[in-house]
């Protein structure tokens, strides 16, 4: 297990709650083969990883790193809470959207004008669409359907690089990715 640990190029906190779990569902639970001594000392790291972790605003923090890991998504999260981080997540991804949108402010006019581009088939077939203003979608909803696509999504393996994974995703979850 060190070895792994060790291995990666970096660790990330989302993997924290699933490496608790690890310890607490399999690696440190005592055994009937276990000698008293080996019994108590897996008990006392327990505790002491326990003690580490179990206040309010480190949770809040572990369970939003799970969520957008896509490796492991709501694996982790307790179900009785996982409403609760679905919900801190839109109203955070709101936060940053509506600072992200005040932070662009008007756009400078360009005094040069560009060139006139060549039409193509695609064009018209983009001015022809059927306009999404009919059925207009606060920005709430879109980021709740958003989030509701990402944990669709299959995990991802284990191995692969949730960095990776975002910069490959971050056009198919926009607002998602700026968490």
Same mark, same amino acid.
């Given at each position: 297990?060190? %070895? ?16 608790? #779990? ?17 019994? *108590? ?13 179990? %206040? ?7 369970? !939003? ?7 492991? #998504? ?25 600072? *992200? ?17 060549? !039409? ?11 306009? *999404? ?47």
């Amino acid at each position: 297990f060190t %070895d792994a640990l060790s291995g990666e190029s970096y660790v990330s906190v989302s993997c924290i709650k699933p490496v608790l #779990h690890l310890f607490k569902t399999s690696l440190l639970l005592p055994e009937e083969e276990d000698l008293e001594l080996t019994k *108590t000392i897996k008990a006392n790291i327990m505790r002491y990883l326990e003690s580490k972790y179990c %206040d309010l605003e480190k949770e809040e923090l572990l369970d !939003m790193a799970t969520l957008l890991d896509p490796r492991f #998504h709501t694996t982790y999260i307790d179900a009785s809470k996982l409403e609760v981080v679905k919900k801190r997540a839109v109203s955070e991804i709101s936060a940053l959207c509506n600072s *992200t949108t005040e932070e662009a402010g008007p756009s400078a006019v360009q005094e040069n004008t560009p060139p006139k581009k060549k !039409m193509t088939l695609g064009a018209f077939f983009k001015k022809s669409a059927p306009s *999404t203003m009919l059925h207009p979608q606060s920005e709430k909803t879109k980021i709740e359907t958003e989030l509701a696509t990402y944990l669709l999504i299959p995990d991802i393996e284990p191995d692969t690089d949730p960095l990776e994974w975002w910069k490959l995703h971050q056009p198919n979850f926009p607002r998602l990715s700026l968490l």
